[in-house]
Structures are given as structure tokens and as C-alpha cells.
Nanobody, 121 residues
Framework: QVQLVESGGGLVQAGGSLRLSCTAS????????MHWYRQAPGQQRELVAG???????NYADSAKGRFTISTDNAKNTWYLQMNSLKPEDSAVYYC???????????????WGQGTQVTVSS
């Protein structure tokens, strides 16, 4: 099967930086688009950034100019570089990747386990 493992969260002061990673492993036939989401307590999950299989990127307004999404295709790994962090960026961050496994070649969205980002003021 397919697994997504996230890392890189933590506690940082306002103005600081963190880099999140998301790595896909398993019996992967193909990979499509990838997105980073976040969810703060009591709030809905929101889209932060995305990158298509072709490399096109998009960002939420709150992330533009501060966050950068990138990918290392050879490692099936995606990154979210977060700079100039603000307390309102505190949330659990999730990666979501469109993956077709060899088992059925059907593309589904797989989710990472989430990583906590806490920004102190």
C-alpha cells in the first residue's frame, strides 16, 4: 500500500522558519497533484499550498510571499518552507497526495498523519 509520512513541525517564535516534509512510499504506480492543508483547533481544514505533477504551484493568500512548496520527484518527497511565521499559522499541517498504487492503478488521495506547528508570539 501507500504511506505518507510527514516531519518537520515544531515550536518556533514568530518570525522564524520551519520546513515541513512529506514522503510517499509503497507500491506507487503514479503520483499526481500534492497539497498542504492545515487545521487549527475549532476551525475547518484549509488549503495552504499545492503543486501539480507538472510543477505548477498555488498558494492561499495567507501563504503567498512567505511559504514555498517544492518537490524532489526522485525521492517522492514534498516540502513546505515556511518563513516569517505568525502565531496564526499555528495548526496541524497535513499533506495530501494523489497516488495510484500498483494494486489497482486507481488514483486516490492519500493523507499524511499531520504535524503540529506552533508559533509563539
Amino acid at each position: 500500500q501507500v504511506q505518507l509520512v510527514e516531519s518537520g513541525g515544531g515550536l518556533v517564535q514568530a518570525g522564524g522558519s520551519l520546513r515541513l516534509s512529506c514522503t510517499a512510499s509503497g507500491s506507487i504506480f503514479s503520483i499526481g497533484d500534492m497539497h498542504w492543508y492545515r487545521q487549527a483547533p475549532g476551525q475547518q481544514r484549509e488549503l495552504v499550498a499545492g503543486i501539480s505533477s507538472g510543477g505548477a504551484t498555488n498558494y492561499a493568500d495567507s501563504a503567498k510571499g512567505r511559504f514555498t512548496i517544492s518537490t524532489d520527484n526522485a525521492k517522492n518527497t514534498w516540502y513546505l518552507q515556511m518563513n516569517s511565521l505568525k502565531p496564526e499559522d499555528s495548526a496541524v499541517y497535513y499533506c495530501a497526495v494523489e497516488v495510484a498504487p500498483y494494486s489497482d492503478w486507481r488514483e486516490d488521495v492519500y493523507w499524511g498523519q499531520g504535524t503540529q506547528v506552533t508559533v509563539s508570539s
